[in-house]
């Protein structure tokens, strides 16, 4: 099957713990991107990378880190840093920056 | 600063009705403009792409209209079906080709 996956779909987390959240895409795609969507709101971006070894900040970087030392792979870290975590998160991956993108399923982060 | 703007207020018809969502965008001046479904708890899903010297874009039930100098895509949803029930979004490429989203349109079709 191709696609985005997300792993876990949900997650809970005590405040102040670091947590990751995977992103794994079979498609073949150079660029990735992170999302996040609170709650009525649109999608803002954090992180998106455009090629292996490399990303850029979105608009909310802040309190955020990834990486991306796979072509098929870009793990976000949310730390302790960042002020309200709570929300749903989107991985998204597409052939280059700008161009259609194709979502995962999301992983929805709680802290508690 | 670059703004894309959707009906915030949801939009109910009736089944069999055409469904119209707006997106209005100012400051940007998109090569294309793209159109996706979300259903709630789920991540987004591509539905369709114009380009700027297209005027009119269809796929099966579902036509988009692009006009750049009203700043403005139409989209709509013929025969609509309670499955078409979802909150869609429109997104504009920005000047650093990033992907910018709309905050969407929530459609209830009722049978």
């Known amino acids: 099957d191709g696609g985005i996956t997300q792993s876990p779909k949900y997650l809970f987390r005590k405040e102040g713990q670091n947590v990751t959240l995977s992103c794994e895409q079979n498609?073949?795609?150079?660029?990735m991107y992170w999302y996040r969507q609170d709650p009525g709101q649109g999608l803002r971006l954090i992180y998106y990378?455009?090629?292996?070894?490399?990303?850029q900040k979105g608009d909310i970087a802040e309190g955020y880190s990834v990486s991306r030392e796979k072509k098929e792979s870009f793990p976000l870290t949310v730390t302790s840093a960042q002020k309200n975590p709570t929300a749903f998160y989107l991985c998204a991956s597409g052939t280059r920056k700008g161009d259609t993108q194709y979502f995962g399923p999301g992983t929805r982060l709680t802290v508690l | 600063s670059q703004k894309i703007e959707q009906n915030s207020e949801a939009l109910n018809i009736q089944e069999g009705k055409t469904a119209t969502l707006t997106c209005n965008y100012t400051?940007?001046?998109?090569?294309?403009l793209q159109w996706y479904r979300q259903d709630p708890g789920r991540g987004p899903v591509f539905l369709l792409l114009?380009?700027?010297?297209?005027k009119e874009k269809r796929k099966e039930r579902l036509k988009v209209t692009f006009d750049t100098t009203l700043k403005q895509s139409l989209f709509h949803i013929t025969a609509s079906q309670p499955a078409d029930s979802a909150t869609y979004l429109c997104?504009?490429?920005?000047?650093?080709?990033?992907?910018?989203f709309g905050k969407g349109t929530s459609l209830l079709v009722t049978p």
């Open positions: 990378s455009q090629i292996v070894n490399d990303f």
């Open positions: 114009i380009r700027e010297n297209e």
């Open positions: 400051n940007y001046s998109p090569a294309y």
């Open positions: 498609l073949n795609h150079d660029a």
């Open positions: 997104a504009l490429v920005d000047s650093g080709y990033a992907l910018n």
